[in-house]
């Protein structure tokens, strides 16, 4: 099956510094997404990719779509305490909304 | 936007018995939902897919029989775990699907942490 390499596996940054995480993937995705998940909850929608090359923000949140469809980033600038959690991205394996998610960024973020 | 409900958020169930979970769609009509896992520390793990109206295609190595998923109308789709084990315990969540608008298909719901003695 597709395999989907999420990096880092873990950051510690300090406040206001920029974070920045990617996935990589064996095969071809329609779509990329990229979630995050606080403790004890279901994950929320970050940002989601449709087409090759797409640069997308959602505030101080930038993602893009890899021109290869193999790939995908987030960028997080500016960090701030409430951005600690755990980061997924996921991949459209199909046209049915089935994803394959990757193992996950866990970022602290420190004063 | 769509919010995706999930009852119950904690279930603590007996070794042997049977737990139902629950996956709501409140605005809208769900054609496809999906029931993930978790465990801990890990990424979630697609079980099935459910279909309003037709039988729920599980993924390999996920039992069906143990794991019924029931999509019996637009809105609601269950997952019931049958004579759970510790072993399952887990954190379970389900993804719904609106039919045809893309951001629609990206909602989870807040997840249910069952916990088998």
């Known amino acids: 099956g597709q395999q989907l390499n999420q990096s880092p596996q873990s950051m510690f940054i300090q406040e206001g510094e920029d974070v920045s995480m990617n996935c990589t993937s064996s095969s071809i995705f329609n779509t990329w997404l990229w979630y995050k998940q606080d403790p004890g909850e279901g994950p929320v929608l970050l940002i989601a990719?449709?087409?090759?090359?797409e640069l997308t923000s959602n505030g101080r949140l930038t993602a893009q779509f890899g021109i290869t469809r193999k790939d995908s980033f987030l960028n997080i600038s500016a960090s701030i305490p409430s951005d600690v959690g755990i980061y997924f991205c996921a991949g459209e394996t199909d046209s049915w909304g089935k994803f394959q998610f990757g193992a996950g960024t866990q970022v602290v973020v420190t004063p | 936007g769509a919010v995706v409900s999930q009852h119950p958020s904690r279930v603590i169930c007996k070794s042997g018995t049977s737990v139902k979970i629950e996956c709501r769609s409140l605005d809208f009509q769900a054609t496809t939902m999906f029931w993930y896992r978790q465990f801990p520390k890990k990424s979630l793990m697609l079980m099935a897919t459910s279909n309003e109206g037709s039988k729920a295609t599980y993924e390999q190595g996920v039992e069906k029989d143990k794991f019924l998923i029931n999509h019996a109308s637009l809105t609601l789709s269950t997952l019931t775990v049958t004579s759970a084990h510790p072993e399952d315990s887990s954190f379970y969540i389900c993804s719904a699907r609106g039919p045809g608008t893309a951001n629609y298909g990206y909602t989870f719901g807040s997840g249910t942490r069952l916990t088998v003695v």
């Open positions: 990719l449709y087409k090759a090359g």
